[in-house]
């Protein structure tokens, strides 16, 4: 878990979709089991969603985000946090089905990594 460390800001969401007793999520179920918890140490204020369903093929999804003015301003000194809304809808994700525990970690580690989108 050493690879999964303080995660960039611009990561707003976390999802994990797999199927609870599949033998094709097995890999990514304990990946949840090992990971979460660390996951959530060097991460308390992200999201970290997990949804089971029958059939559900393993995936995992994260969503970034950036921050935009809600009105212009012609003087940096205006600029303050209740001018900022963050920007939610672009979406990565991995498929994770069949995969091993080390092949999901790896997966995750490189969908975490993946440069933040351009505004």
Known sequence: MSSIKKLSPAIKELRFLMCQ???ASAGARQFIQTAYPYLK??????PVLIREARGTPARAFARFGTYSRNQPTSCQSELRNADLTPEYGVEKHVE?????TTDVQTK??????APPPSS
């Not at 994770?96 to 091993?100: A, F, I, K, T």
């Not at 995750?108 to 990594?113: I, S």
Request: hydrophobic fraction near 30%; aromatic fraction near 0%; charge should be negative.
């Open 96 to 100: 994770l089905d069949n995969l091993s």
């Open 108 to 113: 995750v580690t490189e969908l975490l990594n």
């Open 21 to 23: 007793n599949g033998q």
């Open 41 to 46: 140490k060097h991460n308390p204020d992200l």
